[in-house]
């Protein structure tokens, strides 16, 4: 697999067209949303200290009534994972080394598939799955960024990568109070790691400690 720069653009403007419509859906959900958490069940509206974006992919919210926000968290799921799996494929074709090219196009191609699945029944086993695949992408990139001088990024990789696991943490533990909070420190921070690689690394950033793809060319030489 080769560089494809004249997609890179495209690829570009893809992924910060679905952060933001996803955004901007999520937050006419929350917004939507009658209320209730596992917290406080007859509350009212959804508190970002308590609610989890898994709540407002039911059909009806804690409190009970009919949640009128789902349609627009649904759609909002659907352009996140799409916007997530388009991320890894770019990183993908940036990071040109046979075997992380190939991780990264997997993880990328998985997320699109799979990640929507966290809207359903399945959440828990495809939040277990999704999070696994991400963080595994997430840590060749960061091994490569480390080669860079991409220093700035660096230290967003890392910083990123303790929200996660300390995220995940608290989920494997059910600390739901501090979790609530915490996904939402691990979302924003997410978006803003991935739009940070997406826009400030070009591959080559990553020329002088990747061993270059066989392209094809030598074969005919």
């Known amino acids: 697999m080769i560089s494809r720069p004249g997609t890179d653009p495209i ?4 992924v910060l067209a679905c952060i933001l419509v996803t955004t901007v859906l999520m937050v006419v ?8 958490s596992m917290l406080d069940v007859p509350s009212v509206g959804f508190d970002l200290s308590k609610n989890f974006f898994s709540n407002l992919f039911q059909e009806r919210a804690i409190n009970g009534a ?5 349609p627009w968290a649904l759609v909002g799921m659907a352009f996140h994972s ?4 388009l991320f890894f494929i770019r990183m993908s074709r940036v990071i040109l080394h046979k075997h992380s090219t190939r991780v990264l196009k997997v993880v990328g191609i998985s997320n699109i598939a799979f990640n929507f699945m966290i ?11 999704s999070s696994t695949l991400s963080l595994l992408g997430l840590f060749y990139i960061t091994v490569f960024i480390f080669r ?5 990024l660096k230290v967003c990789c890392v910083a990123f990568m303790i929200v996660a696991y300390f995220t995940l943490f608290l989920y494997g533990t ?4 501090l979790l609530a909070i915490m996904q939402k420190a691990a979302t924003i921070s997410s978006a803003l790691l991935v739009l940070g690689l997406t826009f400030f690394t070009a591959a ?6 990747v061993p270059k793809m066989d392209t094809g060319a030598g074969a005919s030489a």
Do not use: I, Q
């Open 148 to 152: 860079t001088k991409l220093h700035v």
């Open 66 to 70: 009919t949640n009128p926000g789902r």
């Open 29 to 36: 959900a929350t917004a939507l949303y009658p209320g209730g």
């Open 82 to 85: 799409l916007g997530d799996g």
């Open 119 to 129: 809207a359903t029944p399945f959440h828990d086993a495809m939040v277990t799955t």
């Open 204 to 209: 080559e950033d990553f020329e002088g400690g």
């Open 11 to 14: 690829l570009r403007f893809a």
């Open 174 to 177: 059910g600390n739901w109070g």
